[in-house]
Each structure stands twice: as C-alpha cells, then as structure tokens.
Nanobody, 126 residues
Framework: QVHLVESGGGSVQAGGSLRLSCAAS????????MGWFRQAPGKEREGVAA????????YYADSVKGRFTISQDRAKSTLYLQMNSLKPEDTAMYYC???????????????????WGQGTQVTVSS
C-alpha cells in the first residue's frame, strides 16, 4: 500500500513562495505517475502538475506554468512542488497523488490516481 504524506503548506502574501513536499512509502512498482492537485472550497479538485518518476513526461496546468515547478528526489522517494509568484487564487488544499503507470494524457484527472495523501493547506493573502 502506497502511503503519501504532504508537508510544507502555510500562509504567505501574494508574490511569495512555498515548497510543498510529498514523502512516499510502500512503493510496489519501480515507477509511478505522481501528481499535485488542489481543491479550493466549493470548487472541483484541479490537477496542477504531474511527473513520471521513471523520467520523461512532466505536466503543468496553464494556470501555474512558469510559476510552479514539480520535481522529485528518487533517493528520498519525495516529490516536490516549488511554488513561486503565488497569487490569492492559488489558495487551496494541495494533495499529492500517485499511480503505478506512466503519466498519460489523463494525468490531470483525479480519477487517474489510486493513491492520495491527506493534503496540506496553502493560503495566499493579497
């Protein structure tokens, strides 16, 4: 059973930065598609970024391109999301997700992932 634990959320002012981490354990496959999602109150869960741990594909939502960077440390089994130039509309609960398949065209859909963390809150004030 894959276990994902997010950390690094907090409150920042607009224009600030945060780095989210997702520590993974219990891997049963050599590579996973791993994604970051976010959900604001009253809104649907939105795919933010995704990366294939085996190398190759990286995905970003248009709303975060140029501001957010997804990366991984395979030795530490940790996924990161560096968030720069944060905006109030980035305020949401951020979730890490994983699935033991290569990332594909549906990597921005929450139903493409079987494993989820508990989330970490990001609040950006204007």
């Amino acid at each position: 059973q894959v276990h994902l634990v997010e950390s690094g959320g907090g409150s920042v002012q607009a224009g600030g930065s945060l780095r989210l981490s997702c520590a993974a354990s219990g891997y049963t496959s050599s590579s996973y598609c791993m994604g970051w999602f976010r959900q604001a109150p009253g809104k649907e869960r939105e795919g933010v970024a995704a990366i294939y741990t085996g190398g190759g594909s990286v995905y970003y939502a248009d709303s975060v391109k140029g501001r957010f960077t997804i990366s991984q440390d395979r030795a530490k089994s940790t996924l990161y999301l560096q968030m720069n130039s944060l905006k109030p509309e980035d305020t949401a609960m951020y979730y890490c997700a994983a699935d033991p398949i290569p990332c594909n065209i549906n990597m921005d859909r929450s139903d493409s992932y079987n494993y989820w963390g508990q989330g970490t809150q990001v609040t950006v004030s204007s």
